[in-house]
């Protein structure tokens, strides 16, 4: 089952969907959206991981700049929108409201943090912080650079034609022990199905069994 809740924070409520398992978790993933704010896609991705048994949540960040934000339509606006929030809201205070929607789901277990674009670096801090496992897809900084310094075990997904990323971050691994960088041959966005431009089906489903066992090895329990 999933629906909206409201998280108390201490910059006052912030919506927050809420995916559930059939039975009792095997763990608690709190999802880091981009910068299109919790849309479609961020919600479909929490219904996955809820199938495969993880209790998961998506904390609408954006709610402290602006309520309810929604952008589904990845066009130029959404990412010039988008990219306004994001500097406006910051990483230091996204990881703060993120820490918040750790706290909500606790009672599920062992916890994990995942990461989309903008939401990257912000898991990054976040995991640092707590000590929590983390996996970040096409993270717009990589991990290993300032916001995303890294001590606990992390798992990075990116794509080759990726701009964001350099080639000897794939040789080297941005020289970070605890991470493993994962390649597909794909550019950025690879895991937003409602982006027909940047969606690429069998980098996405790959990379969801990778952390799918990441999730198993790092959380100390398997989901459905």
């Known amino acids: 089952m999933s629906h909206w809740i409201t998280l108390v924070t201490a910059h006052g409520p912030m919506n927050g969907w809420v995916a559930e398992p059939d039975d009792k978790p095997a763990g608690g993933i709190v999802l880091v959206h981009e910068i299109f704010g919790v849309n479609a896609d961020m919600r479909k991705i929490a219904d996955r991981y809820a199938g495969r048994g993880y209790l998961t949540v998506v904390p609408a960040l954006f709610d402290k700049v602006q309520r309810e934000v929604e952008l589904d339509d990845y066009a130029t606006d959404d990412y010039r929108r988008g990219n306004e929030l994001s500097s406006q809201l910051g990483v230091n ?132």
């Open 93 to 224: 205070n996204a990881a703060e409201l993120v820490a918040t929607a750790v706290d909500a789901i606790g009672h599920a277990g062992n916890m994990a943090i995942i990461g989309y674009g903008w939401g990257g670096p912000v898991a990054c801090l976040v995991a640092r912080n707590l000590s929590l496992p983390c996996v970040v897809y096409y993270s717009t900084q990589p991990p290993g650079q300032p916001h995303s310094a890294m001590s606990p075990p992390a798992l990075a997904h990116y794509g080759i034609l990726d701009p964001l990323y350099e080639s000897d971050v794939l040789a080297t691994g941005n020289g970070v022990e605890s991470v493993q960088f994962l390649s597909y041959p794909t550019g950025h966005g690879f895991d937003r199905e409602g982006d027909p431009l940047h969606y690429h089906a069998e980098s996405a489903a790959r990379a969801f069994q990778k952390t799918l066992h990441f999730l198993e090895q790092h959380l100390g329990v398997s989901g459905y």
